[in-house]
């Protein structure tokens, strides 16, 4: 590209890195890609690595040798999230989002791409120093969750399905116990989706007992995948932990009271607070 003053070079060099978290960048490939010393390139990234940690967009870390570079990591700030978080309770508290069972109806924040992105980065926060290769979730609303948290983690993501389809070709299927209902039911994963021995972040957008995602687990072990970590935009309250089948997981919001007669529903900010 050609040569650029260093304000328009700051602007287009912050873009770069944020389109590319959670990845590698030599000072080399900057050089070259902006005609520019080295020295300027250092002082470029240290002016944005001051604004990424004091605006709470992230950390830009750097890693020293030659084989080194600056590797732009999304974060935000707790305090920030908690406040942001505290708003979307009071979305989900609005007593026509009652349904049957207890269960909010939650589609459509979950189609609202500038709150997908925030919940994306707060998963993003919370899993941003593990292992991961690949973000997993079951159709349909947790989709929207796993392509959010991706974006971030620069993941690809992984979709179990319900019933098997034709064109994923030869998968793998299971059948496993609701935590809710107490029904059994299938999921499936075709073979081609994910590698034997993954690393595997697990996102869902609701959980009650966690037969789902017992589900997803039991069927990452038919892949010899290892779960990396399980995160839940909403989960019950209303579930003693001798009933619930998952202990180990990072929520952002716990549905914590649900009153049918008056409809009164209580959401509080979850365990990642």
Do not use: W
Not at 133 to 160: C, F, R, S
Not at 198 to 220: C, E, H, P, Y
Request: aromatic share 6%; glycine share 6%; proline share 3%.
């Amino acid at each position: 590209m050609k040569k650029l003053k260093r304000s328009a070079r700051l602007v287009e060099m912050t873009q770069y890195l944020l389109a590319r978290p959670h990845t590698l960048i030599s000072l080399t490939a900057f050089a070259e890609r902006y005609q520019s010393a080295k020295s300027s390139i250092s002082e470029d990234l240290a002016i944005i690595k001051e604004v990424f940690e004091d605006e709470g967009i992230g950390e830009l870390n750097t890693l020293a040798g030659a084989a080194g570079g600056v590797r732009f990591v999304p974060k935000c700030r707790k305090d920030q999230a908690l406040e942001k978080m505290r708003l979307i309770c009071r979305e989900l508290e609005q007593p026509e989002r009652l349904l049957p069972g207890g269960y909010l109806y939650m589609t459509d924040l979950l189609g609202q791409p500038a709150m997908m992105q925030e919940v994306g980065r707060m998963f993003a926060t919370a899993f941003a120093d593990r292992h991961i290769d690949v973000i997993m979730t079951v159709e349909t609303k947790g989709i929207p969750l796993a392509h959010a948290t991706a974006q971030y983690l620069n993941l690809p993501v992984v979709i179990v399905r319900r019933d098997h389809k034709v064109t994923e070709g030869s998968a793998v299927s299971i059948n496993y116990v609701s935590g809710s209902t107490k029904r059994i039911q299938t999921m499936s994963l075709a073979r081609r989706a994910l590698k034997e021995e993954s690393r595997v972040l697990i996102i869902d957008d609701f959980m009650k007992a966690g037969g789902t995602i017992q589900g997803m687990v039991d069927l990452l072990f038919e892949f010899r995948a290892v779960v990396a970590g399980v995160g839940v935009f909403v989960e019950s309250g209303e579930i003693d932990n001798e009933e619930r089948l998952l202990h180990d997981y990072v929520s952002l919001a716990r549905l914590t009271e649900v009153d049918l007669k008056t409809r009164q529903i209580i959401v509080q900010p979850g365990n990642f607070f």
